[in-house]
Nanobody, 122 residues
Framework: QVQLVESGGGLVQAGGSLRLSCAAS???????MGWFRQAPGKEREFVAT???????RYTESVKGRFTISRDNAKKMVYLQMNSLKPEDTAVYYC?????????????????WGQGTQVTVSS
């Protein structure tokens, strides 16, 4: 079992930065950790994922702007978001999947946090 709690969301102007954090309890090291987001009226979509040994994968729209990282000793996952755009506005969710791969489908993840709101104003 893994429990996940996100933090770090907020309101930022376009072009600004935010760093999201996800604190995990329970088993962590062997899990792939992902970030997803869900905008109003839209489906939850994949943003980024990182394996236990820090292999990463990103959705095309955030490449070069977002960076996912993890600290296995602290059981933390981070999403550094730079050059934010209004279209990045969404609730961001942290998720965990017991795999060594880099899953991108939301149905592949077994555990989810409650989400943190990110709002980017133009």
């Amino acid at each position: 079992q893994v429990q996940l709690v996100e933090s770090g969301g907020g309101l930022v102007q376009a072009g600004g930065s935010l760093r999201l954090s996800c604190a995990a309890s329970g088993t962590f090291s062997n899990y792939a950790m992902g970030w997803f987001r869900q905008a109003p009226g839209k489906e939850r979509e994949f943003v980024a994922t990182i394996t236990w040994n820090s292999r990463t994968r990103y959705t095309e729209s955030v490449k070069g702007r977002f960076t996912i990282s993890r600290d296995n000793a602290k059981k933390m996952v981070y999403l550094q978001m730079n050059s934010l755009k209004p279209e990045d506005t969404a609730v961001y969710y942290c998720a965990a999947d017991p795999t060594y791969l880099t899953p991108t489908g939301r149905n592949e993840y077994d555990f989810w946090g409650q989400g943190t709101q990110v709002t980017v104003s133009s």
